[in-house]
């Protein structure tokens, strides 16, 4: 081998190293140098063709030179002739330049005549499969435009943590597959509805929340419908357990008048609701975890029926005006279906936030996501169990996304209810006087101005 070829394989094969141990080093430094103009230049340059694939062009008339067959030669050969004429072509949406992002890129489009972002999120596979990439997802910022996100590869594979924060009843519970956090924000969303099969991440998310809300000035409440195999290590950090369905009744008894008592309050105070009321007179904020909603609803036989009929009522009230009073649920069920009553389905109606990990009937995710979006009822049916803890979230901003909790253990949450465990507010102290209506409306107004 001559002398000068053996050098520039050397030279090539110390560039590969490099450029490898570049990539495996600084992983966001070669994308944003070589990877992302490479990306964004094939992409620019070969989205006629997958605009054409994915069925997103539109004809459009426009004049072009064509060749047509003309008069046969003597010779036998047809003469061709060139005429400027009006023909029909494909014309495919403009694309703006590819944008790098943190997981991939993203890029705006302009629709064309007659598209909605919908015909996008149709053709989103697609699309994937065309730039080889992990996932698209559609979103569309204002009329007449979509932003369709590339995720390279899964970033759900491996969640890193993020900060605490800070904010009352906002915790940061994992990652969007966007990149950002996965916040549960009780004041924005105030009743969330967190179904998944067994093994599926539920009880980490619900160990997540405690770990976050332990912190806090707020009063935790839970039921455990499992026998309090789950709740009952967090009880010291707990203002109230419920481990059966005869103390369910019980609690939801106290949190029912506790928001009677506190409609009083906002009522003589002229406040809309608890947050309008002066921080001085402002009852705690209370979450109340229900883990294993179907518990409340299963009936074993007809003894059960009044008890069942009373928890479903108590509970969908709470749903129903606990937000404007502080009360805040966060209910967990392996299998939320209609065959548990109208009270699941009317419950499920006013919980505004939800959360799907894997789960098992296709029921329970039409229940959870149903009437959100079909592609995100797809997305929740296709998660790996060997991903516990991945999830379709309807976010706040009205999308949904495939997220991550962190992995948090149960000695994490242990610890953390045990640390905090001064702050958790006594459940008598809390619901003193409700029952017994103890604070008429002059009593009120005398703790108002005091
Ligand atoms: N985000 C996550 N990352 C890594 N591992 C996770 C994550 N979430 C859950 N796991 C693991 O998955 C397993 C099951 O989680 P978890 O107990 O939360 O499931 P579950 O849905 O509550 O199940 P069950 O209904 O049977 O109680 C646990 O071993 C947990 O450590």
């Known amino acids: 081998m001559p002398d000068s070829l053996r050098l520039l394989?050397?030279?090539?094969?110390?560039?590969?190293?490099?450029?490898?141990?570049?990539?495996?080093?600084?992983?966001?430094?070669?994308?944003?140098?070589?990877g992302y103009p490479l990306t964004a230049i094939s992409v620019r340059a070969g989205w006629r063709k997958v605009a054409l694939g994915c069925g997103l062009t539109k004809k459009r008339a426009r004049w072009a030179f064509t060749l047509t067959p003309g008069a046969v030669v003597s010779t036998g050969t047809v003469k061709v002739r060139r005429r400027?004429?009006?023909?029909?072509?494909?014309?495919?949406?403009?694309?703006?330049?590819?944008?790098?992002?943190?997981?991939?890129?993203?890029?705006?489009?302009?629709?064309?005549?007659?598209?909605?972002?919908?015909?996008?999120?149709?053709?989103?596979?697609?699309?994937?499969?065309?730039?080889?990439?992990?996932?698209?997802r559609v979103s569309s910022p204002r009329p007449g435009r979509v932003v369709l996100?590339?995720?390279?590869?899964?970033?759900?594979?491996?969640?890193?943590?993020?900060?605490?924060?800070?904010?009352?009843?906002?915790?940061?519970?994992?990652?969007?597959?966007?990149?950002?956090?996965w916040v549960i924000d009780f004041r924005t969303v105030p009743h969330w509805l967190n179904a998944g099969a067994?093994?599926?991440?539920?009880?980490n998310l619900a160990n997540a929340l405690i770990v976050g809300l332990a912190p806090?000035?707020?009063?935790?409440?839970?039921?455990?419908?499992?026998?309090?195999?789950?709740?009952?290590?967090?009880?010291?950090?707990?203002?109230?357990?419920?481990t059966t369905r005869a103390e369910s009744v019980g609690l939801l008894d106290d949190l029912v008048a506790l928001m009677l008592a506190r409609m009083g309050l906002c009522r003589t105070a002229g406040a809309r609701n608890l947050w309008q009321l002066p921080p001085a007179v402002r009852p705690v904020p209370v979450?109340?975890?229900?883990?294993?909603?179907a518990e409340l609803y299963l009936m074993a036989d007809k003894s059960e029926k009044d008890e069942i009929a009373k928890t479903s009522t108590a509970l969908l009230r709470v749903a129903q005006l606990g937000r404007a009073f502080g009360i805040y649920l966060f209910c967990c069920g392996q299998r939320i279906g209609s065959d548990l009553g109208p009270g699941v389905t009317a419950l499920r109606a006013q919980c505004s936030g939800r959360i799907c990990h894997r789960v098992n009937d296709p029921e329970t995710a039409t229940m959870t996501l149903g009437d959100l979006d079909p592609a995100a009822l797809v997305s929740a049916r296709a998660i790996a169990s060997e991903t516990p803890g991945v999830a379709i979230v309807a976010?706040?901003?009205?999308?949904?996304?495939?997220?991550?909790?962190?992995?948090?253990?149960?000695?994490?949450?242990?610890?953390?209810?045990?640390?905090?465990?001064?702050?958790?507010?006594?459940?008598?102290?809390?619901?003193?006087?409700?029952?017994?209506?103890?604070?008429?409306?002059?009593?009120?107004?005398?703790?108002?101005?005091?």
């Not at 094969?13 to 944003?32: D, E, G, I, K, N």
């Not at 996100?149 to 800070?166: K, Y």
Request: glycine share 6%; proline share 5%; net charge neutral.
């Open 9 to 34: 394989l050397i030279v090539l094969a110390c560039v590969a190293v490099a450029l490898y141990t570049w990539r495996r080093l600084h992983h966001r430094s070669f994308w944003l140098v070589v």
């Open 84 to 136: 400027f004429r009006r023909v029909a072509v494909d014309t495919k949406p403009w694309m703006w330049l590819p944008m790098p992002t943190r997981h991939g890129w993203r890029v705006t489009l302009h629709l064309l005549e007659g598209q909605i972002p919908d015909d996008y999120s149709q053709a989103a596979e697609r699309l994937a499969h065309s730039w080889g990439v992990h996932a698209v």
């Open 149 to 181: 996100a590339a995720t390279i590869r899964d970033p759900l594979v491996r969640v890193d943590r993020l900060p605490p924060s800070d904010e009352l009843l906002k915790v940061t519970v994992g990652r969007l597959e966007t990149g950002k956090p």
């Open 198 to 203: 067994t093994q599926s991440g539920k009880s």
């Open 216 to 242: 806090q000035p707020v009063a935790l409440v839970g039921f455990d419908l499992k026998g309090g195999v789950e709740f009952t290590p967090y009880s010291c950090r707990l203002s109230a357990l419920a």
């Open 287 to 293: 979450v109340v975890l229900v883990d294993e909603l």
């Open 395 to 450: 976010s706040q901003d009205g999308q949904w996304y495939r997220a991550r909790s962190f992995h948090v253990s149960e000695q994490a949450a242990e610890h953390s209810a045990r640390m905090y465990a001064d702050l958790a507010q006594h459940w008598n102290e809390i619901t003193a006087g409700v029952h017994t209506n103890e604070m008429n409306d002059s009593d009120l107004t005398e703790l108002l101005n005091a």
